[in-house]
């Protein structure tokens, strides 16, 4: 069952068009992440399902009910900025027990749902401890539990780990994921980072100019992207040009076998990840290659080579570190994993 429906939904703030015609359907209990590069839309668009912002056209529903004109405080959901929004002048457990504070529940209840909800966030016994002396990630621990403390129906995180180190920021992920699936609660989060989208989400929405591009399963967004901007946005890829020739297809004149494009196609763009990628002796294979640097990053060997199609970046496993820069090499492209675009699908 959808818990959240977006139909047609679009905003426009003078002559920005900031979310353009959105449908989306947003499963009940589901953890989708709203993934694209800065001014794309996202925080909008999320915005207008909080409350703070009204659609300019469209409707939006939640559980089978249109809120569009729902004051934010009637929609019972809970929300995390990036800013946080803590009070520093008040306590950890004054801070989680504001929301009940103001919906006038009792004191001994306010106490009891703070011990509750520090032990969700793993961060118990803190309740009488200023917020200014928490670390960022404890802060943010803070912050999730407050916009948990009414039970909200549908929980919204902007940007809510980018103040983060690195580190810290991947444990978050991981632990917020985790704390979602617990509580079965509906969740929507904006990131402009494709990392904590596949970390965090079920489905990712990815978008670009105010329109949605793809909403699919992260994995399906990595291996069947719908245009190149999804491709080249979700993890690293080979955007390379493919041509028609005799019953198959050649890049920059060098076959590919087991590629053919539709029917009726002469030219056409292809993504191939790094990993389809396999780097061959000279003349091994049917694309003859230079290496240009190889980055041995540990988990993984990256290779950049020059071809007469581009740069192509192949990724080898752990150990393979046997190239060195200047040595002619040949490529193979695994024509299994290439996702061909139709024209116009270049967004
Ligand atoms: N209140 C506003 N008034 C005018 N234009 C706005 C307003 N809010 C957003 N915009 C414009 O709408 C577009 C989408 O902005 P939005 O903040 O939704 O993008 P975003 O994807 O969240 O970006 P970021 O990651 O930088 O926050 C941008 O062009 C932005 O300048």
């Given amino acids: 069952m959808s818990a959240l429906e977006l139909a047609n939904v679009t905003k426009r703030y003078g002559s920005v068009l900031a979310v353009d015609d959105a449908v989306l359907d947003v499963p009940a209990g589901s953890f989708v992440c709203l993934l694209g590069p800065s001014g794309c839309g996202k925080t909008t668009l999320m915005r207008m399902i909080a409350g703070l912002e009204t659609p300019t056209a469209g409707t939006i529903r939640f559980n089978d009910e249109t809120i569009n004109d729902r004051p934010v405080h009637r929609r019972d959901f809970g929300m995390v900025f990036q ?3 803590l009070f520093p002048h008040l306590s950890v457990g004054e801070n989680i027990a504001y929301p009940l504070k103001i919906r006038g529940r009792p004191r001994a209840e306010r106490d009891a749902r703070v011990v509750e909800l520090l032990d969700l966030v793993r961060l118990p016994g803190v309740a009488d401890r200023p917020v200014a002396q928490l ?3 404890q802060r ?3 912050a999730i539990a407050r916009a948990l403390a009414v039970s909200p129906k549908l929980f919204l995180l902007d940007e809510p780990l980018s103040a983060l180190d690195a580190k810290l920021r991947e444990a978050m992920q991981v632990e917020l994921r985790q704390l979602q699936e617990r509580l079965g609660i509906t969740t929507i989060v904006v990131t402009h980072d494709q990392r904590e989208a596949m970390t965090m989400a079920d489905t990712i929405v990815v978008m670009k100019g105010g329109r949605i ?4 399963r992260p994995i399906d967004i990595y291996r069947r992207p719908a245009n190149a901007f999804v491709a ?7 955007l390379l040009t493919a041509h028609a020739a005799d019953g198959g297809a050649t890049i920059a004149d060098a076959p590919v076998p087991g590629l053919t494009l539709p029917a009726g196609v002469a030219t056409a763009q292809i ?4 990993e389809d990628v396999s780097v061959e002796r000279e003349g091994a294979a049917p694309l003859p290659a230079t290496v240009e640097f190889v980055r041995d990053m540990g988990s993984a060997v990256e290779v950049y080579l020059a071809t007469a199609a581009g740069r192509i970046v192949a990724q080898r496993a752990a150990g393979r570190n046997d190239l060195m820069v200047g040595d002619a090499v040949s490529l193979a492209l695994d024509p299994a994993a290439i996702v061909v675009f139709p024209a116009g699908a270049s967004a």
């Fill in 213 to 216: 591009q793809q909403m699919d």
């Fill in 135 to 137: 670390s960022g990630g």
């Fill in 140 to 142: 943010q621990r803070v």
């Fill in 271 to 274: 993504s191939i990840r790094p």
């Fill in 83 to 85: 800013s946080l929004a």
């Fill in 232 to 238: 080249d946005f979700l993890g690293q890829t080979n």
